[in-house]
């Protein structure tokens, strides 16, 4: 591979991957264009999750009995695959945070609060830095941002996704 960028990898028999057969993967550049601004890297994934597993809800999504080809709402959305994920930084650093959305269906919005995100790239794709509060990205989609931490250590500041759906929307948090 001669780009260099935030991936991921995935299954693609019988809906093995939203039961979990999929991994992100970051191909490091040897000269990095924002290399000296961050002390640090952290990767992540996004996801959405099903209590059913695949093979069911392929059969009753391609099905007579479901007329509109309604797809199946996730049951949850997570991080890390988990809903209880921490990522321990320290004060007053730079860090370059990787993300991946491996879900199957839903995007996500992801903020994390009380700071904002310099996107330094989008799928693959190094970019000019822009800044931002929130970043929506949708199954599949990659990103890439730098974030300074705060120097107030008296509380943690929880990274939020807010899952997109047409039904509902859930919210899971974690902590920095």
């Known amino acids: 591979m001669e780009q260099s960028g935030t991936y991921w990898y995935h299954s693609h028999a019988r809906g093995q991957y939203p039961d979990g057969l999929r991994q992100m993967l970051v191909v490091n550049e040897p000269e990095p264009p924002y290399a000296g601004q961050y002390d640090s890297e952290i990767a992540f994934t996004l996801s959405d999750w099903y209590h ?16 509109t ?25 730079t860090y370059l945070f990787h993300v991946a959305n491996v879900g199957a269906f839903a995007g996500q919005y992801f903020w994390i609060e009380g700071h ?33 931490t705060k120097s107030d250590t008296s509380s943690n500041f929880a990274m939020m996704g807010a899952m997109d759906t047409v039904s509902r929307s859930s919210l899971l948090g974690s902590s920095i």
């Open 52 to 67: 059913d597993q695949m093979p069911g809800l392929i059969s009753s999504f391609i099905s007579v009995t479901n007329p």
């Open 69 to 93: 080809g309604a797809e199946p709402v996730p049951n949850a959305a997570l991080m890390n695959d988990t809903q209880n994920m921490t990522i321990a930084v320290e004060p007053d650093k």
């Open 116 to 148: 904002s995100m310099k996107v330094v790239e989008v799928d693959g794709v190094f970019t000019e830095a822009a800044e931002t509060d929130m970043i929506y990205i949708t199954a599949a989609q990659r990103y890439s941002f730098l974030l300074t």
